[in-house]
């Protein structure tokens, strides 16, 4: 399945600055997004998510950025702090089914 | 903060013997699923479950694997003959409605199939 992607697989920040994560999706059906985090030994996490008539969702430091003509959307941590080191997942619906599709995960490590 | 509970957290068995992985979804939830992640590969939807029938399969999801609410609070996935390659991390998850409300997730069973 590859309809979501994540092209970058670490993503190395320094403390206090600011991470942006990417995916790309396929799937012009997709119209709910979401980004989970996980850290070894537990299950996903849930993040923030977006649907498709939104561009922008924001919470805490935490803000998702949809580009529907570009099938791009992305993450904004900031400032990132060290507990944010993680795997960060995209995951992507559609109004006709009940799966989620799921991108490789991209490892954020966060720098003191 | 109610969570999703998978027990055991590591089972291995042996090839050609059933498994049964269990979970506890969120209580006021609707919608069950089991998602896969086998070793350096996605995370892979296998099946969901509302009202007690499945909604949806994939195409992994195939004769061997089964799953049942066999109470008010249990979801099971059943694999009856295990093999090598169900090797992976299964995980459990539940929402409250079945499409645009994210997913929880169980902090998942880690099957090994010698």
């Known amino acids: 399945d590859q309809q979501v992607k994540q092209n970058s697989p670490s993503l190395s920040v320094q403390e206090g600055r600011i991470s942006i994560l990417n995916c790309d999706y396929t799937?012009?059906?997709?119209?709910?997004f979401l980004w989970y985090k996980k850290y070894p030994a537990e299950g996903p996490t849930f993040l923030i998510s977006i649907s498709s008539i939104k561009d922008k969702n924001e919470d805490g430091r935490f803000t998702v950025f949809l580009n529907k003509s570009a099938k791009h959307l992305s993450l904004h941590i900031v400032p990132s702090q060290p507990g944010d080191s993680a795997v960060y997942f995209c995951?992507?619906?559609?109004?006709?089914?009940?799966?989620?599709?799921f991108g490789a995960g991209t490892t954020v490590t966060v720098r003191a | 903060e109610p969570e999703v509970t998978q027990t055991p957290s590591h089972q291995v068995t042996q090839m050609g013997q059933e498994v049964i992985l269990r979970c506890v979804p969120i209580s006021n939830h609707l919608y069950f699923y089991w998602y896969r992640q086998i070793l350096g590969q996605k995370v892979e939807f296998l099946v969901s479950f509302y009202n007690n029938e499945i909604s949806e399969k994939s195409e992994i999801f195939d004769d061997q694997f089964s799953v049942e609410r066999p109470d008010g609070s249990n979801f099971t996935l059943k694999i009856r003959s295990t093999k090598l390659e169900d090797s992976a991390m299964y995980f459990c998850?539940?929402?409250?409605?079945?499409?645009?409300?994210?997913?929880?997730f169980g902090n998942g069973t880690r099957l090994t199939v010698t």
């Open positions: 995951a992507a619906g559609s109004p006709n089914d009940y799966k989620l599709s």
């Open positions: 998850a539940s929402s409250v409605q079945g499409r645009s409300s994210p997913l929880h």
């Open positions: 799937n012009s059906m997709f119209d709910y």
